[in-house]
């Protein structure tokens, strides 16, 4: 059992601080994957059975289960109900679990099944050809029987195992519809009409494995890119070392042509790394000293030695891998509804065959012909294609955007992303780099004291600003450090989400803010020199520019000492980014900010953004994103995924850029990119719409085939082969439709 903190994929109770924001479930809601023994068979109805019986425990909030691909996912109130309890009832059920060491093997396993699924298959068609042979050239009944013995017995393997299973569940599928419609074929006399559709059933049912593992592998090969040792440095020499037990602070090094091991930060060295397999940037990105590394990327040049910040199992890949396999458990509104209609559909075609033997013989119709058309009518409306038709398409898109560095953390979001009618963007980090640069340092012409310097009022900043996280503050420290300057020791920091900061130095209180800043928390203060700044800040922002007054509090006065300007530049291809949006079909799009308006509007100008809300606090972007949601119903949020936490858990679908470093992102967002490319939205957008028509397409061919040959065989009748051929091509068909969207790269 693989097991997680607290949820975080319910947008509620969001708790919002003035330095930091989290989004959390429950303080003791978790959830655990279970890795089960997967069953023969295409029905799940059994799995919907094992869900009941577990929702009737106290302190389950939700489970998903599917037979098909061997996990359970399950949430639950730890302070009710513990995990052995929850493994005790999966057991009650006959229901073997996995250990860790099984689910370590459990790709070369899956690997197995298949080929022997493959070897009955091929088994079947033998059997079926040589009972077909034998009967046209009337040759000896022993062999002819024998033949269709084979095929029977191993085109029924499968087949007959899930109905079983799901019978032990008190429940039916489709798996026992293909099996009485079989042995229905032959005590009629027609077996080989039987053996095709048991043929077909498990050549199709192979297929289907192979479609949905194909899906799944393509996520799991990304362990495979990361190296099993790292070359740790150890009392200056360099040690091989299994990465597993190399620990938070070791050193190792990476020569040019390695794969990085681990997460980590370069401590030394210059080179660039290619992060497609994490993020999907195409080109390789520059490293230096200070700069953030992720394990399974590969260094293409220069020798980097790298400082471990995360262990092998907290990693980026780490996380990626784990956090996709919970996302493919997790099923999209469509499947929910298919599930749930299973049981009742076969029920209902039981019924409806039992009605064709019934009615035609009570009006005195023949037996036999009776029989195989009810039959044929059996296999007909058999679901198989309906019920196949959503995982394939939706574990495809999964796996299709994690190979792009796309982290969908559900296939209800992957549905999201196709009806998303408006966008709101944040701008710092998001539409514009995030690299803020101090621009100007200026100190107020009037000022008393006139031996200020520009250098001793950016001193002054930068020991107030040292302690905030802001990109504002970053950008001045820095600065600051470029300047060599000497930065006092500032003592009580306290900050104003969305508006400044203060902290006491030996020469007063300094404050550092906006005008929100200074017309509330300084409202009462008589401030020398207020007008004068306010002007020059209102001059800058109409120039672009970001701009905050520095201000003085010593012995009962309170004086406008300067301002700081700052400039931010917007990121290669947002414009372009924002007219591929509008190509797909996205009507509104918005830019949400707490920078000033002027600043805001010309980013806006120049990208191409609709609206401007700007000068907000968190909880503001949240009222805004709430308001977007009842003008517009679908709305996407993209935001940087910590400051943006509370918006992005509000929205339709949360979109967090840069992820692979951060933890707030991972848990937060509906969509995660893994990379800092704003390209990847518009591919968000077009991957959901694009799933949206495969599924289309897919239940149209589904219901297409059921509705024609029904229609058909209660209108004329036809042969039980061009029934069987029918259902199970469709089956075949809607599988390889939704396997297309894994090499999705618009």
């Not at 514009?432 to 002054?460: I, K, N, P, W, Y």
Request: hydrophobic content about 45%; some cysteine; aromatic content about 4%.
């Amino acid at each position: 059992m693989n097991s997680r903190g607290p949820t975080s994929n319910v947008k509620s109770n969001q708790l919002i601080g003035a330095e930091n924001v989290a989004v959390t479930e429950s303080p003791s809601l978790s959830t655990c994957t279970i890795h089960i023994e997967r069953r023969g068979g295409r029905g799940d109805a059994g799995a919907r059975a094992l869900e009941r019986h577990l929702r009737r425990l106290s302190g389950i909030h939700d489970v998903d289960i599917s037979f098909r691909t061997g996990d359970a996912r399950i949430t639950y109130d730890g302070s009710v109900i513990s995990e052995e309890t929850i493994r005790d009832a999966v057991r009650d059920r006959h229901v073997s679990i996995q250990d860790e060491s099984e689910t370590a093997t459990d790709e070369v396993s899956t690997r197995s099944e298949l080929r022997q699924e493959a070897v009955f298959v091929g088994l079947t068609l033998l059997g079926m050809a040589v009972g077909l042979v034998t009967g046209w050239l009337e040759g000896p009944q022993l062999l002819m029987w024998a033949g269709y013995g084979v095929a029977y017995v191993f085109g029924g393997w499968y087949g007959l195992k899930g109905a079983v299973e799901t019978l032990r569940h008190r429940a039916v599928d489709i798996d026992l519809l293909m099996i009485v419609a079989a042995l229905g074929a032959l005590s009629i006399g027609a077996p080989f009409e039987g053996a095709m559709l048991l043929f077909l059933f498990s050549l199709s049912n192979t297929l289907q494995h192979y479609a949905i593992g194909r899906s799944r592998r393509a996520i799991k090969s990304l362990v495979e890119m990361r190296p099993d040792e790292a070359q740790v440095l150890r009392d200056g020499e360099e040690v091989t070392v299994p990465i597993d037990e190399v620990v938070v602070g070791d050193m190792f090094v990476v020569r040019p042509g390695d794969k990085i091991p681990l997460d980590g930060v370069v401590a030394s060295g210059e080179g660039t790394v290619d992060q497609a397999s994490l993020t999907g940037e195409s080109v390789p990105v520059p490293k230096e000293p200070g700069d953030e590394v992720f394990g399974g990327t590969i260094n293409e040049s220069g020798s980097l030695e790298i400082e471990v910040t995360r262990q092998a199992h907290e990693s980026a890949i780490s996380r990626l891998i784990t956090m996709v396999e919970e996302a493919q458990s997790e099923k999209a509104p469509t499947q929910r509804l298919i599930d749930r209609l299973e049981q009742p559909y076969v029920l209902g075609v039981f019924g409806l065959t039992i009605a064709a033997i019934a009615i035609p013989l009570g009006l005195g119709s023949e037996f036999t012909s009776t029989f195989y058309r009810a039959m044929t009518l059996m296999v007909a409306a058999s679901p198989c294609a309906v019920i196949i038709s959503t995982p394939a398409a939706v574990l495809s898109a999964i796996a299709s955007g994690g190979r792009q560095g796309v982290l969908f953390k559900g296939g209800e979001h992957v549905e999201a992303a196709a009806n998303i009618d408006a966008v709101a963007f944040d701008k710092t980090g998001t539409l514009t780099r995030g690299e803020t640069q101090l621009t100007d340092v200026f100190v107020r012409d009037s000022l008393v004291d006139e031996s200020l310097t520009a250098d001793e009022l950016l001193s002054l900043a930068a020991a107030v600003q040292s302690r905030s996280e802001h990109h504002l503050a970053r950008a001045t420290v820095s600065e600051a450090e470029d300047r060599a300057l000497d930065v006092p020791d500032a003592q009580r920091f306290q900050s104003a989400a969305g508006k400044g900061v203060r902290a006491d130095l030996d020469d007063g209180t300094i404050h550092i803010g906006n005008r929100s800043y200074v017309k509330t928390v300084l409202e009462d203060a008589a401030i020398e020199g207020l007008e004068p700044g306010l002007d020059r800040l209102q001059s800058l922002e109409a120039e672009g520019k970001t701009s905050v007054l520095v201000v003085r509090e010593h012995a009962g006065t309170v004086t406008v000492l300067g301002w700081l300007t700052f400039t931010d530049t917007v990121r290669p291809g947002a414009a372009e980014m924002i007219e591929e949006l509008r190509s797909l079909g996205v009507e509104h799009i918005v830019m949400l900010t707490g920078d000033n308006e002027r600043v805001a509007q010309q980013i806006a100008d120049e990208v191409g953004i609709d609206e401007v809300q700007a000068e907000l606090l968190p909880e503001e972007k949240v009222a805004t994103i709430e308001d977007l949601v009842e003008r517009h119903e679908n709305v996407a949020m993209v935001g940087d995924g910590v400051n943006d936490a509370p918006a992005l858990a509000t929205a339709t679908l949360g979109i967090a850029m840069g992820g692979a470093g951060t933890d707030v992102a991972l848990e937060t967002a509906d969509v995660v990119l893994m990379g800092d490319d704003i390209g990847k939205i518009p591919y968000v957008l077009g991957l959901g719409r694009r799933t949206r028509r495969t599924l289309t397409v897919n239940l149209a061919i589904a219901f297409g085939a059921i509705a024609l040959m029904v229609g058909t065989i209660l209108l004329r009748g036809i042969p039980l082969p061009l029934a069987v051929v029918g259902h199970e091509g469709s089956t075949v068909l809607v599988s390889l439709n939704g396997l297309r969207l894994l090499g999705f790269r618009e």
